[in-house]
């Protein structure tokens, strides 16, 4: 249950920094795709999505619909 609170208060965050014009560019490390409707709305926003994350258990769509995706793998495992 915990991580369910972080998840929903990472995003009202991420939200109302995205509308009050906080930032040019979201940079999220995790693999999770129920934050695929969150990136689509930043985006939405006229904001740039960076998402980073290891390979084992990445949802495959959060490297297309970000607007870079980097593969943890090769920092961390070369």
């Known amino acids: ?3 369910t609170i ?5 995003t ?3 939200l109302t920094h995205t509308y ?6 979201l940079y999220l490390i995790s693999a999770d795709g129920d934050y695929k409707p969150l990136i689509n709305e930043v985006i939405r926003n006229s904001k740039q999505v960076y998402v980073a994350a290891l390979s084992k258990g990445v ?10 995706f980097v593969d943890l793998d090769k920092v961390y495992f070369n």
């Open 6 to 10: 972080v998840d929903i208060q990472l």
């Open 59 to 68: 949802n495959p769509e959060l490297k297309y619909i970000a607007d870079v």
């Open 20 to 25: 009050q014009n906080n930032f040019d560019i």
């Open 12 to 14: 009202v965050d991420v």
């Open 1 to 3: 249950m915990g991580s």
